[in-house]
């Protein structure tokens, strides 16, 4: 049972009309996802082919069904399309309605439909490109401090002595600031610790940015919960993806040629190549914070429900 059914009869309009909202939002965080990294104005040109350039019809460029109607491709040159777009259509969508059965229409409702568009557009484009745009990191980092002003992320406003007794806006701030530096520092330290233990790069500042970002929005106990689930899904999925290669073999004529030449058991350097391969922590990282934001709550109501049934 959803945390808004819980109080009441929902209106299945009012979700389907988020849904309609989340999709064409989608389709403009589509936009940021390709542009942003490249330098490109996300605001013109109009939206075009990935691949001859042809400016897309407005209606072929009908959210999720545009690229369905098409069969995935274009129709002036008919090269594929990639299915990333309707799937971030459909993702912002569904995360859009599941925002409104979490906490219904209210202010949070909007502060944490905004977290979930920046989410989107940093996890996708990580996966991409391996890249954690400043654009949006630094843009949502002042959002998160302003929302902060009215919405205070929670965690230690509530149990420091002195915030208690401060306006509640300079509270939110503080309490905002104070998860974004816990984010930033905890995973600019584990930065610095792989390179000094591993010789090489295990991540970049763009991550040590985003935690930043998702600080202010989340505060210290949610920003503890997003380092603490990424970096838990990031070393699961990590290694059954380094196991895969392994076993599919990849690399193993470049591990064959090192066994040859006696640089070692061919097993053990297949394991190294793949060992080698390195998945975005900042695409975990999102994923973990949305799982915060969205699973949490359902996670407190259910075992309030369970208490209440003990105590009866």
């Not at 545009?66 to 777009?85: A, D, E, Q, T």
Request: charged share 10%.
């Amino acid at each position: 049972m959803s945390l808004l059914s819980a109080y009441g009869t929902v209106n299945p309009v009012i979700p389907f009309f988020f849904f309609l909202f989340g999709i064409v939002i989608g389709s403009f965080l589509n936009v940021c996802i390709t542009r942003i990294p490249d330098g490109v104005s996300i605001v013109s040109p109009e939206s075009r082919c990935p691949r001859c350039g042809t400016a897309i019809k407005p209606y072929d460029n009908v959210p999720v069904l545009g690229w369905l109607i098409l069969r995935g491709k274009c129709r002036n040159c008919r090269l594929p399309i990639s299915p990333m777009y309707p799937a971030v259509e459909f993702l912002t969508g569904a995360l859009f309605v599941l925002a409104y059965y979490t906490f219904g229409i209210t202010v949070p409702t909007f502060k944490f439909l905004i977290f979930t568009c920046l989410i989107v557009v940093l996890t996708v484009t990580d996966l991409r490109v391996r890249m954690l745009p400043d654009a949006i990191n630094w843009f949502g980092f002042g959002l998160g401090l302003a929302f902060a002003t009215r919405l205070p992320p929670g965690g230690i406003a509530e149990t420091w002595f002195l915030l208690r007794h401060m306006p509640p806006w300079a509270a939110g701030v503080i309490d905002a600031l104070c998860g974004a530096a816990l984010g930033s520092l905890l995973l600019w330290a584990s930065a610095a610790l792989y390179k000094l233990l591993r010789k090489r790069e295990g991540m970049g500042m763009g991550d040590v940015k985003m935690m930043a970002m998702v600080g202010t929005f989340l505060g210290v106990r949610g920003t503890f919960l997003t380092i603490l689930l990424g970096t838990l899904l990031g070393s699961v999925i990590g290694l059954a993806v380094v196991s895969g290669l392994f076993l599919y073999g990849w690399q193993r004529r470049l591990a064959e040629r090192a066994h040859r030449r006696g640089l070692g058991a061919l097993s053990s350097l297949r394991w190294m190549l793949a060992a080698q391969y390195q998945l975005p922590l900042g695409t975990f990282l999102g994923v973990a914070a949305l799982l915060v934001v969205f699973a949490l709550p359902w996670v407190r109501h259910s075992g309030n429900l369970y208490l209440l049934g003990v105590t009866r």
